[in-house]
């Protein structure tokens, strides 16, 4: 079966993620050596301050890495009301991301002097950096537990339509009747790497259920399921019967 073509309107990334993935691997190699050697020389601080830094350069990396191969996972399930999907636990990384930069900043800034022999002195401006990093990490790890405190991101494909259940203001329900058409064109220039499914609505309106590969490997066949149902209302009776994740995991999507 030949691959499903990239919708309209995304826009691959992958030397940018491959550079960005590169340095924050760098980054996880540097701070897991300055563990070890901490660790055998027993400096405890050095090596808690180090293996935060690991951590959040690890989580970083494996994003970056899952991406970039497209390897998120399936997580979807069926039943009467129709297929729902579940977005990769992303939220959960995020806390423990920012959880280890915020603490390991935090102890950095506090301890500089007693660690200088394992990690790198900091200038004047390097620990005004530092602060302000500390900062958005909390503010980070906080914003992303009342995120999760509210729920997982489901997405519902239904009969009768869509139903998006995202964090914040970006949830909408959509009828099939309501959608004028479903493109990958994203709303703004900058969402062009964000693989973003457009529901373009008969008032005007147009909602995105964005980065669709956080549901879907790739995101593609995602989006030609969206539009398969959309355009065949015969075919929905698959929503509620399990063949829908069928075409997802075998990727048989018509894309007429």
């Not at 550079?19 to 050697?37: E, I, M, Q, S, T």
């Not at 959880?99 to 900043?105: H, S």
């Not at 500089?112 to 990093?133: K, Y």
Request: with cysteine; charged share 15%.
């Amino acid at each position: 079966m030949s691959a499903l073509p990239q919708p309209d309107g995304w826009k691959n990334r992958y030397l940018l993620m491959g550079v960005g993935g590169a340095a924050v691997a760098a980054g996880f190699a540097y701070f897991a050596c300055k563990l070890v050697r901490a660790a055998e020389a027993t400096h405890w601080l050095a090596a808690v301050i180090a293996l935060f830094a690991a951590v959040a350069f690890g989580i970083m990396a494996g994003g970056v890495i899952t991406l970039l191969l497209g390897a998120t996972k399936l997580r979807g399930r069926y039943n009467d009301t129709g297929t729902t999907l579940e977005a990769a636990p992303a939220a959960v990384w995020m806390v423990v991301m920012c959880t280890a930069l915020g603490l390991g900043g935090g102890l950095y800034l506090l301890f500089d002097d007693q660690v200088r022999e394992d990690l790198p002195t900091m200038s004047s401006r390097d620990s005004g950096r530092l602060i302000v990093l500390v900062v958005i990490s909390v503010i980070g790890a906080v914003y992303f537990l009342r995120n999760m405190s509210k729920g997982a991101p489901t997405l519902t494909l239904s009969p009768e339509g869509i139903d998006y259940r995202f964090p914040g203001d970006c949830a909408f329900t959509a009828a099939w009747d309501d959608i004028v058409d479903i493109t990958g064109v994203p709303l703004t220039k900058r969402a062009k790497g964000t693989r973003p499914i457009i529901f373009e609505r008969a008032d005007g309106t147009r909602a995105a259920v964005a980065h669709a590969g956080t549901w879907v490997p790739g995101g593609t066949a995602l989006y030609w399921l969206c539009r398969h149902y959309w355009q065949h209302p015969a075919d929905r009776c698959e929503l509620v019967s399990g063949a829908a994740l069928q075409r997802l995991v075998s990727k048989g999507i018509p894309t007429a």
